[in-house]
Structures are given as structure tokens and as C-alpha cells.
């Protein structure tokens, strides 16, 4: 158990539609990372949030966008789903803005039909 | 931009056999390095992290890796296979973010 903790675990959605993903950053943690793994790949940088703020971020659209709320946990919005953002999406919470020190959550299993 | 591959997308190894899995590193500047192992329907869990000091590290369940900057290698190793170590196993390098190989899988005969 890393005390990361996301949103749901699984759901599936119409190509087209809107999701939100969330969450929850490990006690004392004030970084957020998240990370598409599409099937038998690795793990894709997608954003992170450093104290509420946008702080890096990876080669994904615009339609990918996030928050991160005071008490440090985040969302993950993806609009237009498009059936590619079929994927595990994967948190990784840290503290300080290096972010190595990273616990990852379990993820939430996206489908795109 | 710094890139991490991994030799072999699968490996199978017998219990008790030698587990050796590659990794090389493409940056200027040396990263810091990790691997981390993936079981089916789960997130990733840390194996073991260079950072700086001793090129040699250790980490949970039996594994350690060898950084060798000359080879920008960071291959992971286990004298003794076990069933439970098949898994997903992925090397990543961290800069300002986790940039991730593609993924290795660990197959365990016995």
C-alpha cells in the first residue's frame, strides 16, 4: 500500500464523451504526476502539478488537461475521448518538485468504445 | 531528450536461475535510474533507485542493479528466480519527470 489512492479503478466511456480521473496524494505530498501506460507499453509522462500549479508537462493534447486542489490531491480531465486514450492512467505523488521520490497509485483502467 | 530501452520484451527464465534483465540509458547528463515492477491489474512498485554513490544498489525481494555510465547500462539482476518475481518490469530515468523503457516481461518456468 502506498497511500496513493485513485478513482475510479475501472469505467468505460463513449468515444466522444468527457472523463475525470482523480487522486489522492500520499500524507505530506505535494506533488501529483500522471501517466498514460496504453497496452504492453510503459508508462507516458502526462503532466504534473507542483502546489497547484502546472509543472511540466509531456507531449499529450490540450483535450488532457488537470488540477490540483489545496489539500494536494488532482484531477485528471480528458475531453473528446478518442478510442487511443484506451489505457491504465497512473498517479505518482512525491514531495517536493524533483518528484523521485515518488509512490504511485494502482490506476484507473480507461476504455474507449 | 533522454530515452530508456530495454533489451528483450520478454524473458523466461526457470526457478532458481539467474534473472538478468537490460537496460540502457540515452542522456548527456546522467540521470537518476529506477527500476520498478508491475503485477497484472496494479500500479508500480519501486524495486530499487540509483541516485549518486555506489553504482552498485540494492534493492527489495533479492534484486540489485549496476549503474555503468561508460555503458549507460542499468541492468537489473537476481541470482535466483523465484515464481512470484514474473512480472512486468520496467527501467526508467528521471530528470525533470519518469521517462519509462517499454517494459519487460518476466516469465518464471518451473
Known amino acids: 500500500e502506498t497511500g496513493v489512492t485513485q478513482s475510479p479503478t475501472h469505467l468505460i466511456k463513449t468515444r466522444g464523451q468527457q472523463v475525470t480521473l482523480r487522486c489522492s496524494s500520499q500524507?505530506?505530498?505535494?506533488?501529483v504526476s500522471w501517466y498514460q501506460q496504453a497496452l504492453g507499453q510503459g508508462p507516458q509522462f502526462i503532466f504534473q502539478y507542483y502546489r497547484e500549479e502546472e509543472n511540466g508537462r509531456g507531449n499529450f493534447p490540450p483535450r488532457f488537461s488537470g488540477l490540483q486542489f489545496p489539500n494536494y490531491s488532482s484531477e485528471l480531465n480528458v475531453n473528446a475521448l478518442e478510442l487511443d486514450d484506451s489505457a491504465l492512467y497512473l498517479c505518482?505523488?512525491?514531495?517536493?518538485?524533483?518528484?523521485?521520490?515518488?509512490?504511485f497509485g494502482q490506476g484507473t483502467r480507461l476504455t474507449v468504445v | 531528450a533522454q530515452s530508456v530501452t530495454q533489451l528483450g520484451s520478454h524473458v523466461s527464465v526457470s526457478e532458481g536461475a539467474l534473472v538478468l534483465l537490460r537496460c540502457n540509458y540515452s542522456?548527456?547528463?546522467?540521470?537518476?535510474l529506477f527500476w520498478y515492477v508491475q503485477y497484472p491489474n496494479q500500479g508500480l512498485q519501486l524495486l530499487l533507485k540509483y541516485t549518486t554513490g555506489a553504482t552498485l544498489v540494492k534493492g527489495i525481494n533479492g534484486f540489485e542493479a549496476e549503474f555503468k555510465k561508460s555503458e549507460t547500462s542499468f541492468h537489473l539482476t537476481k541470482p535466483s528466480a523465484h515464481m512470484s518475481d514474473a512480472a512486468e518490469y520496467f527501467c526508467?530515468?528521471?530528470?525533470?519527470?519518469?521517462?519509462f523503457g517499454p517494459g519487460t516481461r518476466l516469465s518464471v518456468l518451473p
Open positions: 500524507s505530506g505530498h505535494n506533488t
Open positions: 526508467a530515468a528521471h530528470g525533470q519527470n519518469f521517462v
Open positions: 505518482a505523488s512525491s514531495q517536493g518538485r524533483d518528484g523521485t521520490e515518488a509512490f
Open positions: 542522456s548527456s547528463v546522467p540521470p537518476y
